[in-house]
């Protein structure tokens, strides 16, 4: 089997590696190719993830390559961890929007659509140049905007399913709360990437009994301090919202955070330049600690799951993943991307039946999904019309003057990316 990541020279892909050779009995990779075009932070990973491969005694080859057609040739699947423009956008799509008055963040409102604008057109050309050299390849997403990235490459006839690593977080913390194993835990996880909350939490499968009141009546304030929500606020909903819904249930409130820290992107990029000095040492063969505060926890876990799937040869039957509606939330077109639990095999992702999203959510849902078909609209089209338009229908946006301003940040921001400008 051969699998080869996209952005192969991320300081994200230890993590991957890691779970690849944890897992490697229920996805046997006999050929890992890790692609990326930053020469030498591709010869750091990838001398260190061959590390991790001996150390923990997988047999399977890694090879290192900037060529894109090469490393996805034959390829059984791709998975995708580009980041378009590197942390140097990110941290203008983390600022830019605060002198607006709006959150500043990589994947929501305005930043998210800046980072939706630079990423589709590079994702769909990848995409295209896989389906090429090998048409029967699954696409695994986990590039952000998951639910855009997505939503474009389904569009375009890609056998694509998208990833995330929020619902295996939030199994992994409340099976850990309930003294349960993960596997044992099945979560009503329903809404779009970054935009869920978790209905139900079922022990033993979807029509299992529900331990949510139970959870969040013994353990609600841990759940609240991780979420940075109040606690209050989580017994009057009865429900877990994602962490992401912070941004809209206490925007300004971050709003106000934001302008007086510095931004989770040149944390980020001053954590990168250590864990890369930590990854040249030729005597480290696994992933430092310092990783686990890089952020997506589990990561590894979720892509290997998905892959064994996907490819039939094992992972579990029902995963949370990024996939077409079809209907299962109604008051959604059936091309919209929701993040739903699925059945998943060689097939691809079905959606399992969800309980019904109270309005209080739907609403929200269904405005973020009409932003995200004006973004990808945009994403695919170009235009200053579109980008104000998608803008102006984003929740955490809303007003003209703020979209008008905000618009003229983004292009501003993004000229070198966008070459309709």
């Not at 894109?68 to 699947?77: E, I, Y």
């Not at 739903?340 to 309980?355: H, K, T, Y």
């Not at 170009?382 to 618009?407: I, K, S």
């Amino acid at each position: 089997m051969k699998l080869t990541v996209v952005g192969g020279g991320s300081t994200y892909t230890p993590e991957l590696i890691d779970g690849f050779a944890r897992l490697r009995e229920t996805l046997p990779i006999s050929e890992l190719v890790l692609v990326d075009p930053a020469a030498e932070r591709l010869e750091l990973v990838g001398g260190l993830a061959r590390r991790i491969f001996a150390r923990q005694g997988h047999p399977g080859r890694i090879t290192t390559t900037a060529d894109l057609d090469a490393g996805v040739a034959d390829a059984d699947a791709v998975l995708l961890q580009l980041r378009v423009g590197g942390q140097a956008a990110r941290e203008k799509d983390e600022t830019w929007p605060l002198e607006c008055g709006c959150v500043g963040q990589e994947t929501t409102g305005a930043g998210g659509l800046a980072k939706a604008l630079r990423t589709v057109p590079v994702v769909l050309d990848i995409a295209e140049r896989v389906r090429r050299t090998n048409p029967d390849a699954w696409i695994i997403d986990f590039t952000n905007p998951v639910g855009i990235v997505t939503r474009a490459l389904l569009a375009a006839g890609h056998k694509a399913v998208g990833l995330c690593n929020v619902a295996i977080g939030l199994q992994r913390k409340f099976a850990a709360l309930l003294g349960l194993a993960p596997a044992e835990l099945h979560l009503d996880h329903v809404g779009l990437n970054h935009l869920t909350w978790e209905l139900g939490v079922r022990k033993g499968g979807p029509d299992g009994p529900d331990l949510l009141p139970g959870l969040l009546a013994r353990h609600g304030a841990a759940v609240a301090a991780d979420l940075r929500l109040p606690q209050e606020v989580l017994e009057r909903l009865g429900v877990v919202p994602s962490y992401y819904l912070r941004y809209f249930y206490a925007h300004d409130e971050v709003v106000r955070e934001m302008r007086e820290k510095p931004s989770r992107a040149a944390e980020v990029a001053a954590m990168e330049r250590e864990l890369l000095a930590l990854y040249a040492d030729p005597a480290l063969d696994e992933k430092p600690e310092l990783l686990a505060k890089r952020g997506g926890a589990f990561y590894s876990e979720a892509a290997v799951d998905l892959a064994a799937a996907l490819l039939g040869d094992g992972g579990s039957p029902v995963q949370v993943v990024n996939t077409l509606n079809r209907g299962t939330l109604p008051f959604l077109p059936d091309d919209a991307v929701i993040e739903v639990p699925a059945r998943v095999d060689a097939s691809g992702a079905v959606p399992l039946p969800v309980p019904r999203l109270d309005p209080l959510y739907a609403g929200l849902v269904a405005q973020v999904t009409a932003y995200e078909e004006l973004a990808l609209d945009a994403a695919l089209r170009g235009g200053r019309d579109r980008v104000f338009r998608a803008l102006l229908a984003h929740p955490l946006v809303g007003q003209y003057d703020r979209a008008e301003g905000l618009t003229d940040r983004l292009l501003a921001h993004n000229e070198e990316h966008l070459p309709w400008l």
